[in-house]
């Protein structure tokens, strides 16, 4: 039998038997909900996913909690794990979403020693795209309120930090160029690197944008549709730059290699010109690679978060307490500026990928999914 704690007088309610449990609002939860589903395996998001309306909610199990989700992240890879690039052994149709942010809900005995009902988790598992998702209490994070600037540190803060504290060697003065540097991960990768104190270099792709990494403190940046990158980086930085934070792939990465100082390291985020791409590549000059990383002593490092979560829960404390002390800014893109609007509900999360790859965002991608007291949604 599955035991749940409730609101209340936080009875025990027996699954079994209950036709259904109240949540901490007082409004039943309901026996159905949304969610995506990948149906057939393609990088076409469209043809990817499908909105299931009436799949059941799920129920949690001792150690873990039912979240109702109220944010959820957009990443680019979103794409790659509608393909089947993660993990080729999973056919469809699975669950899809990286992250989510929400209230408590229900939750199981063991769960309920650090959980409550009505309290704010954030958290990385799949399955996000969902109106309620259940998430192993272990791998939750508490926050102090529902606000999607917690979610913005969940997948693009802990890669950013992450990967420039274990691969990036980051010290004072050193030269740091991040691609993509007013997206969602970008924006941690300028903030950290200059709280290292370090000249960083961010390119974009409109003015608007360079105009938001001017604001974060980020020292030249370029927007590559007005300016060219490779221009900007051998006349002004002719020795080169010490780190490149690198997520675009294709030309961009070439560009990268060449602009490598003597013993500089670039680290491989993501290849997101090529993502939507049949292969997921975007073509590279990669024949000369070994000689030009010979000739620099450079490296070039990847980095995948799934390897790192040993680091995780560190991350996330550290990134939680630069925020609340004002030394991070975790700008949010709702959508305010799509076609649309904002971005509001499941069905909207289509859009909102669109709209990533029409390069329109600024900061970290989030999608409202928005819930009245009573309804049965």
Do not use: W
């Amino acid at each position: 039998m599955q035991r749940l704690t409730a609101a209340g007088a936080r009875a025990i309610v027996d699954m079994s038997y209950a036709r259904h449990f109240l949540d901490f609002q007082g409004s039943a939860i309901p026996r159905t909900m949304q969610k995506l589903v990948v149906t057939r395996l393609s990088p076409n998001f469209r043809e990817a996913v499908t909105l299931r309306r009436d799949c059941p909610v799920p129920l949690p199990g001792d150690g873990d909690l039912l979240v109702r989700n109220r944010f959820v992240g957009i990443n680019a890879s979103d794409i790659n794990y509608s393909a089947g690039r993660y993990d080729p052994s999973v056919k469809p149709p699975f669950d899809i979403g990286f992250e989510g942010i929400g209230e408590v809900v229900a939750l199981g005995l063991s769960a309920s020693a650090k959980y409550t009902v009505g309290q704010a988790v954030a958290y990385v598992a799949p399955g996000s795209f969902a109106e309620y998702t259940v998430v192993p209490a272990s791998i939750a994070t508490p926050v102090p309120s529902v606000k999607p600037e917690y979610l913005t540190l969940l997948v693009s803060g802990t890669t950013a930090y992450i990967s420039l504290k274990e691969l990036g060697e980051l010290s004072e003065g050193r030269k740091v160029l991040v691609t993509a540097a007013a997206g969602g991960t970008g924006q941690f990768a300028v903030q950290l690197s200059k709280i290292a104190k370090c000249h960083v270099i961010g390119t974009c792709s409109s003015d608007e944008k360079l105009a938001f990494l001017k604001s974060i403190g980020c020292d030249r940046p370029i927007n590559y549709k007005a300016e060219s990158v490779e221009t900007v980086l051998k006349q002004e930085y002719p020795e080169g730059v010490d780190v490149v934070y690198e997520s675009i792939g294709g030309a961009m990465f070439d560009l990268a290699v060449n602009a490598l100082a003597i013993k500089g390291r670039l680290l491989v985020i993501g290849f997101l010109s090529g993502y939507q791409s049949p292969a997921g590549l975007s073509p590279v000059k990669a024949g000369a690679l070994p000689a030009k990383l010979l000739k620099k002593s450079a490296s070039l490092r990847g980095f995948f978060l799934n390897h790192y979560f040993s680091k995780y829960q560190a991350a996330m404390e550290h990134l939680l307490q630069l925020y609340s002390h004002g030394e991070l800014i975790c700008e949010v893109d709702l959508g305010h500026l799509s076609p649309q609007g904002r971005f509001i509900g499941l069905d909207s999360i289509f859009q909102a990928v669109d709209y990533m790859y029409s390069g329109k965002n600024t900061g970290k991608l989030v999608v409202e999914l928005p819930h009245c007291v009573g309804s049965k949604l």
